[in-house]
């Protein structure tokens, strides 16, 4: 049996060594240049918090505090791919949010109650400002269309284990109340996914890594909502067809939005494409107002360098316009999310000027008085399963503050 001061030496190394340990991770926390974003996790990372006395009265400074320091703390990626790592040895279905299948990568929806009277009022909701912005397009002399494309989940709704929600009644329930209640106000709605499942969900249409549509999926969708454009409006739009195209995979390995292949432990072929007319459409293109080079994606300098969805039209631009040259042809207005860039890199071929907008982050006037000041022929909205009745941002509510809506 060791001597009292002994085990009492022994304690207090312990301790000491916790302190340590805790005091240089602390150091090394605050001393280490912050990040914004961080790559991995494709995610913006906690900023650190003013003090304030109410914040410190109530209790939300030292939450923000502790947000902030567990986002920023010194080897946290490090760390996260040993769990990681750890969790894919064990064979877990569930993986830091994410549903690790036989060759896809899926987010994880948690359990919920399909609530057919709220998906109804939310529908009634969006449709009513989806109305508000119509009739304004419409007085200006051009054509409104919102559109739906499924997003990753709702294309692959059966590679999820039997034991895991993968929303398939609730999204499938959310578009047949949308499409009901935009027929009663006379909104031209354009369902993408009804053309996916004719054709049989192609698997080349989505992604086994990320939640967007592939430059196939793209293609597809703009090919289809121009013909209902052309069809409802009467409008003569030029629409490529595949045998006008050159679509094209890049050897650039694609890190994808799933956590990036679960912190780059996952390999998961999958390339990214560019599409490219065989006719070639000179063009100018001016981003946020400044020129910019004339080119759609964003292409690496090499072949090995790591490619993620910012590859068309540079990522989630505030604002972006094309001019072609070619007043003959008509003038279309997206805006939507991310959703948008890939659509983007064809649907300018079809359209004399393709102005292009991010609602949750251009700041330089109201959707309303965007498109009084341009007067686009053509304006689509293009939202993907999940926020197909979100009406913030991009989803439909054009002006909180517009009584007319």
Same mark, same amino acid.
């Given at each position: &049996?060791?001597?009292?001061?002994?085990?009492?030496?022994?304690?207090?190394?312990?301790s000491f060594c916790?302190l340590?340990?805790?005091?240089?991770g602390?150091a090394?926390t605050l001393?280490?240049n912050s990040?914004?974003?961080?790559?991995?996790e494709?995610? &913006?990372?906690a900023?650190m918090?003013?003090?304030?006395?109410?914040? *410190?009265?109530?209790g939300?400074y030292?939450?923000?505090?502790?947000?902030?320091?567990?986002? #920023?703390?010194?080897?946290?990626?490090?760390l996260?791919?040993?769990?990681?790592k750890?969790d894919?040895a064990?064979?877990?279905?569930?993986?830091?949010d994410?549903v690790v299948?036989?060759?896809?990568l899926l987010?994880?929806?948690? /359990?919920e109650?399909? *609530?057919?009277?709220d998906i109804?009022?939310?529908a009634v909701?969006?449709? *009513?400002?989806?109305?508000?912005?119509?009739?304004?397009?419409?007085?200006?002399?051009? #054509?409104?269309?919102?559109?739906?494309?499924?997003?990753?989940y709702?294309c %692959?709704p059966d590679? %999820?284990?039997?034991?895991?929600?993968n929303?398939?009644?609730?999204s499938?329930?959310?578009?047949?109340?949308l499409?009901?209640?935009?027929?009663?106000?006379?909104?031209?709605?354009?369902?993408v996914?009804?053309?996916?499942?004719a054709e049989?969900?192609?698997e080349?249409?989505?992604?086994?890594?990320?939640? #967007? %549509?592939?430059m196939y999926g793209?293609f597809? /969708?703009?090919?289809?909502?121009l013909?209902?454009v052309v069809e409802?409006?009467?409008l003569?739009?030029?629409?490529?067809?595949?045998?006008?195209?050159?679509i094209?995979?890049?050897?650039n390995?694609y890190?994808?939005s799933?956590?990036?292949?679960l912190?780059?432990?996952i390999?998961l072929?999958?390339?990214?494409?560019?599409?490219?007319?065989?006719?070639w459409?000179p063009?100018?293109?001016?981003d946020?107002?400044?020129?910019s080079?004339s080119?759609?994606?964003?292409?690496?300098?090499n072949?090995w360098d790591q490619?993620? %969805?910012?590859?068309y039209?540079?990522?989630?631009?505030?604002?972006?316009?094309?001019?072609? #040259?070619?007043p003959?042809?008509?003038?279309?207005?997206?805006?939507g999310?991310s959703?948008?860039?890939?659509?983007?890199?064809?649907?300018?071929?079809?359209?004399?000027?393709?102005?292009?907008?991010?609602?949750?982050?251009y700041?330089?006037?109201?959707?309303?008085?965007?498109i009084q000041?341009?007067?686009p022929?053509v304006?689509?909205?293009v939202?993907?399963?999940y926020?197909?009745?979100?009406?913030?941002d991009?989803?439909g509510?054009?002006?909180?503050g517009?009584?007319?809506f």
């Open positions: &049996m060791k001597p009292k001061k002994t085990r009492r030496a022994s304690d207090l190394f312990i916790f340590a340990f805790l005091f240089v602390m090394a001393l280490r990040e914004e974003y961080s790559f991995f494709n995610r &913006m990372l900023a918090p003013k003090y304030t006395p109410e914040g *410190d009265g109530n939300s030292v939450n923000q505090l502790e947000t902030y320091l567990s986002d #920023h703390a010194a080897l946290r990626t490090t996260l791919r040993l769990k990681t750890a894919l064990l064979r877990r279905p569930v993986v830091n994410v299948g036989d060759g896809i987010p994880y929806l948690p /359990a109650q399909t *609530d057919e009277a109804a009022e939310q909701f969006m449709a *009513d400002n989806l109305k508000g912005i119509s009739d304004l397009v419409s007085s200006c002399g051009g #054509h409104y269309f919102y559109v739906h494309v499924p997003c990753q709702a %692959y590679r %999820y284990p039997w034991f895991l929600n929303r398939e009644q609730i499938q329930l959310s578009v047949d109340c499409t009901r209640e935009l027929a009663a106000r006379g909104v031209n709605f354009v369902d996914s009804i053309d996916y499942w049989g969900r192609p080349k249409f989505g992604s086994i890594g990320d939640d #967007h %549509y592939s793209a597809f /969708a703009y090919q289809r909502v013909e209902q409802r409006t009467g003569d739009i030029p629409i490529l067809r595949d045998e006008d195209v050159n094209q995979p890049l050897a390995p890190l994808g799933r956590e990036r292949k912190l780059g432990l390999d072929e999958e390339p990214l494409y560019v599409l490219h007319p065989w006719e459409v063009f100018t293109r001016i946020g107002g400044e020129e080079r080119s759609v994606y964003a292409l690496p300098y072949p490619l993620t %969805y910012n590859l039209m540079g990522g989630d631009l505030t604002e972006s316009f094309i001019d072609t #040259h070619r003959e042809l008509p003038s279309v207005l997206i805006y999310d959703f948008t860039n890939a659509m983007e890199c064809v649907l300018y071929l079809s359209f004399d000027k393709m102005y292009s907008l991010d609602m949750r982050h700041e330089g006037m109201s959707l309303t008085d965007y000041m341009v007067k022929d304006v689509l909205c939202r993907d399963t926020t197909l009745l979100d009406p913030s991009n989803g509510v054009a002006d909180a517009d009584e007319s």
